[in-house]
């Protein structure tokens, strides 16, 4: 029973379920939004999502790696400079990319081919401060590894536009009013994490030229990284509209929020490993930061194949519950999915050992490498093979490119060749415990 209270009160169980409580609510809103919109309408609404959560890969990119980095395990002291730093670059950029889409907004926005993003243009400036200091509350919280509030704050903020959406389900709303209900309910968020401490905007006037400069030149690789990870799969999204249609958008979006399902637990043990791995690389503790890779890698590997096996063999029950008879068809892209996310934990975990060595630029690289591998082979899949499928099928190869170039860092970095990393996943070797490189 203490066994079981002790797994209960983990960093690694409060962070799975802040995300799978997340994640159950956002599924729910999918599956409001799909079933109370039509087809075109919905498609609308996803390329509103995409694009929004694109251009905050903009701002998270720069912050929130770093941030957690060199706030995880650091003295009180230092520890408010770097999030005063952070906050002052963070309403910069904030400012920068609301004006700039204003403008644009304004300058394009009678254009009848644009006319579905005019939505985007409107309302994501609005959106973009709404989200900052909730934000930097879930940031901060996890560098500090205190999830009970993150999980607090994010089923208020997911849970009150569910809420929203079975309304919207009985009355339907204009569409611009769901896509402004978002908007205040984000704000409600941030109005909570100002009111309860959490997002540290007070800290602002200890903010040091010496720790914005640090911050930003992480920030400036991890953004590279954020936004590439975002392109993997927004990339997608785009040349589908762009080439096919809102439709074809819609039906591809219904299998891949199913992914999220393997993701959820993915996620959770991310942002718990993220600021563990940090302060044993600030330590330069080689052994101690791989071993919490191998550990996690190979436990979240093991478990998704019965999930991942589930979800082969019941592809077009999922893809209907989710979406509705009409994306049954939709059921071959969801099996092909099943194939690329058996190597998801190897991937991400990749990416994290390299962000906490401090080398950002070669994370960088590896996600740039699958975004030209995954933009290629989605336009030449689309141009002639012509199928939705192919799309999803572009995306096994992805990943190969990343997991094999992340490898290969990680063994420079270590010393090692290729089989003896694979070695020391199979728990074969063990790895000396001299300093990481610098």
């Known amino acids: 029973m203490k066994f079981l209270l002790k797994i209960c009160k983990s960093d690694n169980m409060m962070s799975f379920l802040e995300k799978g409580l997340v994640a159950a609510l956002g599924f729910s809103s999918f599956v409001l939004l799909s079933r109370s919109l039509s087809s075109d309408i919905f ?3 996803v390329l509103y999502i995409t694009m929004a959560t694109f251009v905050e890969m903009l701002r998270s990119g720069i912050l929130h790696s770093a941030l957690v980095r060199f706030a995880s395990g650091l003295n009180i002291i230092e520890n ?24 644009v907004g304004q300058l394009i926005g009678g254009v009848q081919r644009i006319g579905d993003l005019n939505i985007f243009f409107t309302w994501y400036p609005i959106l973009s401060f709404a989200t900052l200091p909730h934000n930097f509350a879930f940031w901060i919280l996890q560098a500090g590894q205190e999830f009970k509030k993150s999980l607090a704050l994010r089923i208020i903020v997911s849970g009150l536009f569910t809420l929203f959406l079975c309304v ?43 720790c914005v400069t640090k911050l930003l030149h992480f920030g400036k690789f991890s953004m590279g990284t954020l936004i590439g990870t975002n392109l993997l799969k927004s990339s997608d999204t785009f040349l589908i509209g762009w080439l096919l249609g809102p439709s074809a958008v819609a039906f591809y979006s219904v299998p891949l929020k199913l992914t999220e399902l393997v993701e959820i637990p993915l996620r959770g043990f991310v942002s718990t490993s993220l600021p563990k791995m940090s302060r044993l690389a600030l330590q330069k503790n080689n052994a101690g930061v791989m071993k919490i890779f191998k550990k996690d890698v190979v436990a979240l590997t093991l478990a998704f194949i019965p999930v991942l096996v589930g979800c082969f ?20 892209i969801l099996r092909i999915f099943v194939v690329y996310m058996i190597l998801l934990p190897l991937d991400r975990y990749i990416g994290i050992v390299l ?4 080398r950002p630029e070669s994370n960088f690289r590896k996600i740039a490498l699958m975004v030209i591998a995954n933009v290629c082979g989605d336009f030449l899949a ?12 572009v995306t096994i190869s992805t990943f ?7 490898s290969s860092v990680l063994c420079k970095l270590n010393d090692l060749r290729f089989s003896e990393l694979l070695s020391f996943m199979r728990g074969k070797s063990t790895l000396n415990s001299e300093p990481l490189k610098s």
């Not at 389900?169 to 309910?185: G, K, P, R, S």
């Not at 962000?355 to 401090?358: I, L, R, T, W």
């Not at 689309?382 to 099928?393: N, Q, R, T």
């Open 313 to 332: 063999l019941f592809a077009e029950e999922l893809v209907v519950l989710l979406g509705g008879e009409v994306y049954r068809d939709a059921a071959i």
């Open 80 to 103: 408010e400079k770097i999030i005063a730093s952070a906050w002052v670059i963070g309403l910069t950029v904030t400012a920068l990319l609301a004006t700039i889409l204003i403008v």
């Open 168 to 210: 919207n389900f009985m009355f339907h709303f204009q569409f611009e009013t769901i896509v402004m209900a978002h908007a205040i309910i984000n704000g409600i968020g941030s109005a909570l994490a100002i009111a309860f401490g959490w997002s540290r905007i007070s800290t602002m006037p200890k903010a040091e030229r010496a």
């Open 400 to 406: 190969i490119v990343g997991t094999c170039y992340g």
């Open 382 to 393: 689309l141009k002639f093979v012509g199928g939705v499928w192919a799309v999803a099928a």
């Open 355 to 358: 962000d906490s060595m401090n």
């Open 43 to 45: 498609g609308v609404w």
